[in-house]
């Protein structure tokens, strides 16, 4: 009866609430790219205005997500999530207002940053892990990742259409409306801890765990190696279409490519999540760097045609965001899941330096050079370096969770 009174904790209720929202509020933020040339043909800006932009963008999402984590371990995920939908769809009602660069800063910068933060992974990704088991953990947060990148399939293809049939300062203000679905969705997640949490141990102040979590080495190179992955990700979202340009094809090959990205990025995430219950974590993860570099000097040595790009795509999606579920199931595995919002808030952080570093610094050498090359190669380097920084990680759980049975 109790569970008839309380079908919204239903663990598939609360996963399809996550993954939806990880749909709306991941897929919007990434055919912002998209929008790229029109704005600063428009508004006669340079490349660095609008990347610099979206690099502060990402830098005050990674800066939000662990104060909003934190919100949200200790008042749960509705209200945290409810006022970021109104940040975000407030950013991006500005962005499509803003006449000058430091008003596009202020909006699709600032604004959006902090409503991204309020609604992003970190928030969704720890609700869902509170209402599966350990054992079904790791599978269920690559199908709240492969959400989002579903996301991705559906509004970058859906963005640039609003962009050709309506410009691109309509096309904003209808993806500002569509953030505003999150607050409903919100409704569905959790507000306190499941029975899986009830009585783990631990440190029982954030102070404690974050002191704990800080003086693991493990914890550090997983922060450090997750720079890498914004940097590339980051990068390649908001530069892509217009280096698609650059080479001489057309935009629509610039949104089929991104689709695409999202689209094979489903099938990562759910494959990374489901090898991350059967193999280690960490030996993923460097595979996942090694292979993105690998793929990036394919990319800059190939002849640059359509099927070059899409298979390039199609690789990269496969290790789009599979680094997520087996970062997340990391630190939740090591830490457990009381401030697990908050401890990965502070790893997504790191993500985000990496997503202001790509950002930016594509929009500044592309303007000082003409070209991208050398962040390309950059980001070759930099999956080299993080492929190297997994393999120490202990992942093992600490001594205080693997005295606990239903863990093991």
Not at 1 to 6: C, D, E, K, V
Not at 111 to 133: E, K, M, Y
Not at 280 to 301: N, Q, V
Request: aromatic share 10%; net charge positive.
């Amino acid at each position: 009866m109790a569970s008839s009174r309380h079908w919204w904790r239903n663990p598939l209720v609360v996963i399809a609430g996550g993954s939806l929202i990880a749909l709306i509020g991941f897929g919007i933020r990434s055919g912002f790219g998209l929008f790229l040339e029109p704005m600063t043909v428009t508004r006669g800006w340079s490349r660095e205005t609008f990347a610099l932009a979206l690099a502060i963008q990402n830098l005050l999402w990674g800066m939000g997500a662990p104060l909003a984590g934190a919100i949200a371990d200790r008042r749960g995920s509705a209200p945290v999530l409810s006022a970021g939908a109104l940040l975000y769809a407030a950013g991006i009602y500005g962005m499509a207002e803003a006449e000058s660069a430091i008003l596009l800063h202020l909006s699709a910068g600032l604004l959006a940053g902090l409503g991204i933060a309020f609604t992003g992974f970190a928030i969704a990704l720890s609700a869902i892990a509170r209402v599966v088991s350990p054992q079904r953990r790791s599978l269920a947060l690559g199908l709240g990742t492969a959400a989002g990148s579903l996301g991705q399939v559906v509004f970058s293809p859906l963005s640039q259409s609003l962009i050709s049939q309506f410009g691109w300062h309509s096309a904003l203000l209808l993806l500002a409306l569509a953030v505003l679905l999150i607050i409903p969705l919100s409704l569905l997640l959790p507000a306190a801890a499941n029975p899986h949490q009830a009585h783990e141990s631990g440190p029982s102040r954030l102070s404690d765990a974050l002191a704990e979590a800080s003086t693991h080495s493990g914890y550090v190179l997983l922060t450090v190696g997750f720079f890498v992955c914004g940097f590339h990700v980051a990068f390649i979202t908001v530069h892509f279409p217009a280096y698609i340009r650059d080479v001489g094809l057309d935009p629509s090959v610039g949104a089929a490519s991104l689709a695409l990205i999202g689209l094979f990025n489903i099938l990562g995430s759910l494959g990374s999540g489901w090898l991350g219950q059967r193999w280690s974590k960490k030996f993923g993860l460097s595979w996942i760097y090694l292979l993105r570099a690998i793929a990036i000097t394919l990319l800059l040595l190939a002849p640059k045609h359509e099927w070059t790009i899409y298979l390039f795509s199609a690789a990269m999606g496969l290790l789009w965001l599979s680094t997520v579920p087996l970062t997340t199931g990391i630190v939740g595995q090591v830490f457990g899941m009381r401030y697990l919002s908050t401890l990965f808030g502070i790893v997504f952080f790191s993500h985000q330096i990496g997503s202001f570093t790509g950002v930016w610094l594509g929009g500044y050498l592309y303007d000082s050079s003409g070209t991208y090359d050398a962040v390309w190669w950059a980001g070759v380097a930099l999956g080299l370096l993080a492929a190297l920084l997994h393999l120490p990680i202990d992942e093992r759980p600490l001594a205080r969770l693997a005295e606990r049975p239903s863990i093991n």
